[in-house]
């Protein structure tokens, strides 16, 4: 059974870091792709950052400050956070792409393996 499994969430001050994590079973990041997206209670999920075998893609609200990353080894995905803004408060997912060599990107609709997601707080 796949799953992928958040963590690194928590409560922040504005201008700190968070890093979260996404570790995999099954199907590789490195042939799917990845993607963490975020949902705000009664707003819809929006895309933060994903990553596939043709590079990484932002939301122009987290580029600069968010960065992706794959461990292929440890079937893990990262999400570097800096400069967090008390805006950044939701819920974090992370996704994993449907089709092998795919490049998913921004939509959601194109991942078929989601997270149980792992909140994150800025305090401002």
């Known amino acids: 059974q796949v799953q992928l499994v958040e963590s690194g969430g928590g409560l922040v001050q504005a201008g700190g870091s968070l890093r979260l994590s996404c570790a995999a079973s099954?199907?590789?990041?490195?042939?799917?792709?990845a993607g963490w997206f975020r949902q705000v209670l009664g707003k819809e999920r929006e895309f933060v950052a994903a990553?596939?075998?043709?590079?990484?893609l932002y939301a122009d609200f987290v580029r600069g400050r968010f960065t992706i990353s794959t461990d292929n080894a440890k079937n893990t995905v990262y999400l570097q956070m800096n400069s967090l803004k008390s805006e950044d408060t939701a819920l974090y997912y992370c996704?994993?792409?449907?089709?092998?060599?795919?490049?998913?990107?921004?939509?959601?609709?194109?991942?078929?393996?989601w997270g149980q997601g792992t909140q994150v707080t800025v305090s401002s």
């Open positions: 996704a994993r792409g449907r089709r092998r060599g795919g490049n998913p990107g921004a939509t959601a609709s194109l991942y078929d393996d």
């Open positions: 099954g199907r590789t990041f490195r042939m799917y792709g």
């Open positions: 990553i596939s075998w043709s590079g990484s």
